[in-house]
């Protein structure tokens, strides 16, 4: 496949972010799991024309004994490789905390709580504050930071606080860095309250979950889901394009009037869905996120939402680099 040179684009503000599309790269998503960056994604990701990778991180990965202040300076260099390897082929590397002090959407649960606990906030600026020493001068084209995935379960009110002392920590350190919040409700809903701290918010592109989570083992209930269609009668909603425009783009597009930038950090279906279905709804997805003029990262590159082995059973998969590359699903994704 020949290579494509990702397209120059403005310089990113809090008021407006640059049209990135790319992917999330998983390997320090978890601890248990946790394995240095490859070099050979980022070669991918600029070889297909893409422009951004998103970086979901579990700040356990970078600590040591689980001491949550004692940081692992051989764990953080492997980050360092991935901003690094970003820069080198002008893509876009975005930092985020999956798991924070405090908090993650996935099981365990933190000892403390980022939203209500003082002390799980202070370790969570702790830790911003280290990558915004680590990283001071890198323009904020090449590094962004997004706080926390998909906050849930709290209010506005209640995320304020641990939102600003992240940003004050990161801001005492590298006042211009651009810094991304994801909404509420597992990044679903925008948060007008944060406009005033000059921050960029990120939305996602799951809706409807029985389209994007049909059988995901992880989801209870999803194996008696009925097999999704494309557009979905949801026990009387029927999703589709102009659904998905009501109830995904036009909140957030109130939220990006008020001087907010936009990003979709998170979206793709499983791989359980049938084919054609997830490649009609993505098809809808990225057409109504290029008119909002929004970017994107899918989850993921390799894996069972990706375009690389991605297990599919009703893909005929092509070898490409190692991978088994579900070429239909890549074009989609470059088409838009």
Known sequence: MAQTEPTSLPEPLPSRLPLWRGFNLLAKFTLAGSEPFRESDFDLVREWGFNFVR?????????????????DEAALKEIDDAVRFGRERGIHVNLNFHRAPGYCVNPPAEPLDLWRDPEAQELAAAHWRQFAERYR?????????????????????????????????????????????DGLQW??????????????????????????HYRASWVRGSDRWPVPTWPLDEDGTVWDRELLRRRQIEPWKALEAQGVGVHVGEWGAYQFTPHEVVLAWMHDQLSLWKEAGWGWALWNLTGGFGPLDSGRADVPYEPYCGHQLDRRMLEVLRDE
């Open 137 to 181: 001068g890198i323009p904020n084209r090449e590094l962004s930071f997004d706080l926390v995935n998909e906050p849930a379960g709290i209010s506005a009110a209640e995320y304020l606080p641990a939102v600003r002392a992240m940003v004050e920590a990161i801001r005492a350190a590298d006042p211009d860095r651009l810094i991304i919040a």
């Open 187 to 212: 990044g679903n809903v925008p948060v007008p309250e944060l406009a005033g701290l000059g921050v960029a918010q990120s939305t996602r592109g799951y809706a409807p979950h029985r389209i994007s």
């Open 55 to 71: 970086l979901p991180m579990d700040y356990r990965t970078w600590t040591i004994d689980g001491d949550p202040l004692r940081f």
